[in-house]
């Protein structure tokens, strides 16, 4: 029992670290890596059961496969132990959505990458709804004010965002607008960014941002992260 459950725990880690890598790299497609990822997590979690259980059985019948059983249960919490940190944790504390920006009321629009067809489809629709959530979830995503010329702040946006391995899709300084793709976890999921620098009256530059992910309901709150991190490391000179 206890080799059946560490066949059990060595096939789902197998097939986890093989699924996730094969869509990392764009082999198959980036939702079904993830799906099995989960399907390897259940496998883990039922092999660590088992392994518990032989565990336990060894012990009272004195027979063996107890330190096989042991490793299988080490192994399926541990995979369970990273998926929760990894996905169910953030998911948890994040809003379940995948469109982020510092102005919800008008959102910056894309010109050349195109916005996913059903953005709003896990709203109904409903754009109030997806504002709501959004104002409740992350009130702190807000534009931040640059002492510099629109023009001057888009050039170190677009330095900044290159350096942080986006790729550039967009960039016009007359207008103050950028758009870049980004990517999210081990899988490289492709987030959509829009950076807009916009005059003010004082001769300073108001700076908005977006960050929409192509696929997925829940973004597990990595368009948040990177807002922030981004508007940061801009404010601080990066």
Do not use: C
Not at 27 to 38: N, R, S
Not at 106 to 126: A, H, I, S, W
Not at 170 to 197: C, K, N, S
């Amino acid at each position: 029992m206890g080799v059946f459950a560490l066949g059990g725990a060595l096939l789902a880690l197998l097939i986890a670290g093989l699924m996730l890598t094969l869509a990392r790299f764009d082999v198959i497609d980036k939702l079904t890596g993830f799906g099995w990822y989960v399907k390897s997590n259940y496998i883990g979690l039922a092999s660590a059961l088992i392994g518990l259980i032989a565990v336990i059985w060894a012990a009272i019948r004195k027979t063996p496969g107890r330190l096989a059983g042991i490793v299988a249960l080490v192994i399926g919490l541990g995979m369970a132990g990273v998926f929760y940190a990894a996905v169910m944790g953030p998911a948890q504390a994040n809003p379940n959505m995948h469109d982020v920006t510092t102005d919800v009321d008008d959102p910056p629009q894309f010109v050349t990458l195109p916005l996913r067809e059903d953005n709003l489809k896990q709203f109904d629709g409903d754009i109030e709804a997806w504002r709501a959530m959004h104002r409740e979830g992350y009130p702190d995503i807000q534009p931040i004010i640059v002492n510099e010329a629109p023009a001057q702040v888009l050039a170190r946006a677009r330095a900044l965002a290159e350096q942080k391995g986006w790729d550039i899709a967009a960039y016009d300084p007359a207008t103050g607008h950028m758009e870049a793709t980004a990517y999210a976890g081990y899988l490289r999921f492709r987030d959509d960014v829009i950076v807009e620098a916009t005059p003010i009256a004082d001769g300073s530059t108001r700076v908005d941002m977006r960050s929409v992910s192509r696929v997925g309901g829940s973004d597990l709150g990595y368009n948040a992260a990177r807002i922030r991190e981004f508007l940061i490391d801009l404010k601080n000179g990066g």
